[in-house]
């Protein structure tokens, strides 16, 4: 085992994901010393490739990089306070997506798992936890993901007496950068915005018809899918719908979903406005991969690569990866959770990450950020205070702790589901606060939404500058 100089016995934490290297990291910085247990390099899962810690088995985007009036951007500036890795690495390791933070998914996994390794106070294990920590283990946190085995599974569900949830969470195709047929796309971001590192023309844009609109939508909803088996039943995060179940919900979803043509204009033939649009976003740093956005599905293979090739533009598509589905599994948080991420029935031990109910990269790794701080200040005899409801960090915390109402039909259980960041989870501002700016004549709908939203990120980020400082 790795030597280290703290005088603190280990935290273990178990998963080497975006939510365990986090936590990990947060509990190593504090001078306390962790043991990460990781199984992936002894034992593989459906969805992931490599052995790589933090590796990102579907989108490389972490979404919104826009901390004045995004929630996802305003998690992502609370978590560089915080000295998060994740953001560090996703930082180093972006490619130009508009106005989004996406990364060259292999060179941030291989930093996340690089700066692990380094760190004087993290030794590395490999091997698989098939049930919840030994009581010797006194401080733990369980961040093992989406992908859960099922033996921990089996063990949690015995040790919390709660029926596990379970959602599908599909995977977009990546197409080959040099099979795309750019003398029908363009590069165009929407509206032609600039983010991080972006040009404004940081997505490849795959123009259809009417027609040829309707033919895709035709071929999806025939399209031979993966079947359920024993998942049968369990319902989709609505956030990570798999293009084909969008398609049957109605013939006009997809062109005002992940197929709008709003802000685009053709740049082969400016004066025809595109039906609806297909868009694509780097994925690697060489600009030679392609992620299809928004296109997660549980169609068979051959079946994706006949109907994606019926796109304009992707007629000779090559597939670096085809899309692909796994199941997601997450426990009753609000029920079983207290507000530090302990288990109400064990002291000591915590979950962090997906498991937990949130939903996405960022709130994965934010929500491993906090158990990781909550653990190291239980193991050094310091108080533990959340981060205030204003903040990010604290508003999903507070969904997965306790933000939900008792539904009618079941009373005394709660309607929960996985949730991504977004404004809706923060306090309301107090009244009188949204005022019309100087020089403004007409003020309401969109305009005040977006001050609201202004208003909102600025207290966010001051709040919890305020929390980091006392912390």
């Known amino acids: ?142 961040a093992t993901g989406p992908l859960t085995s099922a033996a921990l599974a089996e063990a949690i569900q015995s040790q919390t007496g709660q029926d596990q949830l379970a959602f599908f969470d599909a995977i977009a195709p990546i197409v080959y950068r040099d099979s795309i047929d750019m003398d029908i796309c363009w590069y165009q971001s929407r509206y032609d915005k600039v983010g991080p590192g972006g040009t404004g023309k940081d997505y490849i844009n795959c123009p259809m018809d009417e027609a040829q609109y309707n033919a895709f939508v035709d071929a999806l909803i025939a399209g031979d899918t993966v079947g359920f088996h024993e998942w049968e039943g369990t319902p989709y995060f609505d956030g990570c719908l798999p293009i084909e179940i969008m398609a049957a919900r109605g013939r006009e979803t997809l062109r005002h979903g992940p197929m709008k043509p709003m802000g685009l204009t053709n740049a082969h033939n400016p004066t025809v406005k595109a039906y ?78 997906q498991i937990t109910g949130c939903e996405g990269y960022v709130e994965s790794a934010s929500i491993g950020l906090l158990a990781g701080r909550f653990a190291a200040a239980e193991r050094k005899g310091n108080a533990i205070t959340p981060p205030p409801p204003t903040t990010a960090l604290g508003s999903l915390l507070g969904h997965i702790t306790g933000g939900h109402l008792v539904t009618d039909e079941e009373p005394g259980k709660r309607s929960f589901q996985p949730m991504n960041i977004n404004f809706g989870l923060f306090p309301d501002l107090e009244p009188g606060s949204i005022v019309k700016p100087e020089g403004v004549k007409r003020f309401r709908g969109k305009d005040k939404a977006q001050v609201k939203r202004q208003l909102i990120a600025a207290r966010a980020l001051a709040d919890c500058k305020a929390w980091l400082d006392q912390s």
Request: overall charge neutral; some cysteine; proline content about 4%.
């Open 276 to 353: 609806a649009v297909v868009q694509l976003r780097q994925d690697n740093a060489l600009g030679t991969l392609y992620n299809m956005v928004g296109f997660q599905t549980k169609l068979k293979y051959g079946a994706q690569a006949e109907i994606f090739r019926l796109i304009p533009g992707l007629q000779n598509a090559e597939f670096a990866r085809l899309g692909g589905l796994h199941r997601n599994t997450y426990i009753q948080s609000p029920v079983l959770l207290d507000r530090s991420l302990t288990l109400k029935s064990r002291p000591g031990l915590r979950f962090a990450g």
């Open 1 to 142: 085992m790795k030597q280290t100089s703290s005088t603190f016995a280990p935290i273990h934490v178990i998963g080497g994901g975006l939510a365990g290297s986090e936590a990990a990291w947060q509990i190593a910085n504090s001078g306390v010393p962790v043991i990460l247990h990781e199984m992936r390099g002894v034992r593989g899962t459906d969805a992931h490739r490599t052995d790589s810690l933090a590796e990102l088995v579907c989108s490389n985007s972490f979404r919104s990089d826009d901390a004045t009036s995004n929630a996802v951007g305003v998690i992502h500036a609370e978590m560089r306070m915080a000295g998060s890795l994740i953001m560090a690495c996703a930082d180093r390791h972006q490619v130009p997506a508009g106005g989004a933070l996406a990364v060259d998914r292999d060179g941030f996994s291989a930093a996340v798992t690089e700066a692990i390794h380094a760190h004087p106070l993290i030794t590395v294990v490999r091997e698989e936890v098939t049930g919840l920590p030994p009581k010797e283990w006194d401080l733990a946190v369980v």
